[in-house]
């Protein structure tokens, strides 16, 4: 069982920035961010193999950036140029697997989440 805790999360105006962290229990092959916005399902967003292996959602490229630092079993995702659309429950997930470049995953475990709410 890995246990995981999202923090960083907060409002923001639009073209903020803001630092999402999720400390782990336990590194897995994979693990990744994912988000449900108002009224919608919920999507990923990034996620990364151990490795280093990452892949975003075409609606985050160039803007979100994750990354992992094993020795702190800590995920994180530096989100850049929020916008409206942006605001969502963010969560953190790990797979017992690699995620082998695919976003649309069966995450194992999962985060409570956390909030980020984008203003314009």
């Known amino acids: 069982q890995v246990q995981l805790q999202e923090s960083g999360g907060g409002s923001v105006e639009s073209g903020g920035s803001l630092r999402l962290s999720c400390v782990a229990s336990?590194?897995?092959?994979?693990m990744g961010w994912f988000r449900q916005g108002p009224g919608k399902e919920r999507e990923p967003v990034a996620v990364i193999d151990s490795d280093g292996r990452t892949s975003y959602d075409d609606s985050v490229g160039g803007r979100f950036t994750i990354s992992l630092d094993n020795a702190k079993n800590t995920l994180h995702l530096q989100m850049h140029n929020l916008q409206s659309d942006d605001t969502a429950m963010y969560y953190c997930?790990?797979?017992?697997?690699?995620?082998?470049?695919?976003?649309?995953?069966?995450?194992?475990?999962w985060g409570k989440g956390i909030l980020v709410t984008i203003s314009s």
């Open positions: 997930a790990a797979k017992a697997d690699y995620c082998g470049g695919s976003l649309w995953l069966d995450m194992d475990y």
């Open positions: 336990g590194i897995s092959p994979c």
